[in-house]
């Protein structure tokens, strides 16, 4: 699977900005995705994750202002981002995980490890 995010960019506080993560290779309605972001100097963390079934899960730096979906036809993945913060400033990343078995609780979306392929980032500059 190849994943390739775009539609970072900067933006004032309060702003909008949609995020685009075009997959290759597979299908994304058979596979588990999520987004990340790393902010300078800090390690990546969890930001939204998409299931199967069309469960959504959400860190709770971003939730109620970020939302997570998908277009199958496209074979992409959203994150829309609203109320935007200085601190969502970082370098988000989209993730996939190759099929498995078994169901995913939150623990297994917001751990990295869980994710076996990864899109180069996109930069998201929030201005104060």
């Known amino acids: 699977v190849q994943l390739q995010a775009s539609g970072g960019g900067l933006v004032q506080a309060g702003g909008s900005l949609r995020l685009s993560c075009a997959a290759s290779?597979?299908?994304?309605?058979?596979?588990?995705m999520g987004w990340f972001r790393q902010a300078p100097g800090k390690e990546r963390v969890f930001v939204g994750g998409?299931?199967?079934?069309?469960?959504?899960y959400y860190g709770d730096a971003v939730k109620g202002r970020f939302t997570i979906s998908r277009d199958n036809a496209k074979n992409t993945l959203y994150l829309q981002m609203n109320s935007l913060k200085p601190e969502d400033t970082a370098v988000y990343y989209c993730?996939?995980?190759?099929?498995?078995?078994?169901?995913?609780?939150?623990?297994?979306?917001?751990?990295?490890?869980?994710?076996?392929?990864w899109g180069q980032g996109t930069l998201v500059t929030v201005s104060s």
């Open positions: 993730a996939a995980a190759s099929p498995s078995f078994g169901q995913w609780g939150y623990s297994d979306y917001i751990a990295e490890s869980r994710y076996d392929y």
């Open positions: 290779g597979r299908t994304i309605s058979s596979i588990r």
């Open positions: 998409s299931s199967l079934s069309g469960g959504k």
